[in-house]
């Protein structure tokens, strides 16, 4: 069985620019999470995807935005990049069930110059 | 908020050693969840714990549950160089399928 899959692995992108990532699911996983992992900060929750619809979301500004496309995958959109912007996202997928364990891709390496 | 405190921070142990690293939160707990990461990588889910006096077992890992000190503990038997990483342990606020809030995590090295 495939794992939750991201891409890109790596990604460059220069202040002021918009950048794209995106995440599949276990297959049969409604549920879709995005986390950021900055240095220093630890994993911080950033948005939840179920059944197409956003749910929930973390103590982040608009400009970090997403959603979740009918076959369950999903994408992340991070508008107007700041330096801070820099970190390792990461997206897990879960079947959207009380309790049940989310499982995590590789995560997108994001890198603000 | 839910906040998540984990100790120690890093732990240096040498091969074949137990250890236990601890996660207490500052909110009921209504789920638990123990991860492994390595650098720069994904999560690798290790254990779920829903009920207060849960224990559960994954080769030489073991996880607990108090759910009256809100407080979990991992404890790994005769450690072994794969066991190195950063563990962190995770909650929900409310139990449901939400985002979880993570501890900062415990960073161990193994010494041979």
């Known amino acids: 069985e495939a794992g939750v899959t991201q891409s890109p692995t790596h990604l460059i992108k220069t202040r002021g620019q918009q950048a794209t990532l995106r995440c599949s699911p276990i297959?049969?996983?409604?549920?879709v999470y995005w986390y950021q992992q900055a240095l220093g900060l630890g994993l911080q929750f950033l948005l939840w995807?179920?059944?197409?619809?956003?749910?929930n979301r973390g103590n982040f500004p608009p400009r970090f935005s997403g959603r979740q496309f009918p076959n369950y995958s999903s994408e992340l959109n991070v508008n107007a990049l700041e330096l801070e912007d820099s970190a390792l996202y990461l997206c897990?997928?879960?079947?959207?069930?009380?309790?049940?364990?989310?499982?995590f891709g590789d995560g997108t390496r994001l890198s603000i110059l | 908020s839910q906040e998540l405190e984990q100790s120690p921070q890093s732990l240096i142990v040498q091969e074949g050693k137990n250890l236990t690293i601890n996660c207490t939160s500052s909110?009921?707990?209504?789920?638990l969840y123990w991860y492994k990461q390595k650098y720069g990588e994904g999560l690798i889910f290790l254990m779920m714990?829903?009920?207060?006096?849960e224990e559960k077992s994954h080769e030489k890992i073991t996880a607990k549950l108090d759910e009256k000190k809100q407080q979990s503990s991992l404890h790994i038997t005769a450690s072994q160089p794969s066991h190195a990483g950063i563990y962190l342990c995770?909650?929900?606020?409310?139990?449901?399928?939400?985002?979880?809030?993570f501890g900062k995590g415990t960073h161990l090295i193994i010494q041979p």
């Open positions: 897990a997928s879960s079947l959207g069930h009380r309790n049940q364990p989310q499982h």
């Open positions: 909110k009921t707990l209504y789920g």
């Open positions: 714990l829903q009920k207060g006096g």
């Open positions: 995770g909650a929900t606020s409310g139990g449901g399928a939400d985002g979880l809030t």
């Open positions: 297959s049969g996983h409604t549920s």
């Open positions: 995807y179920d059944e197409g619809e956003e749910r």
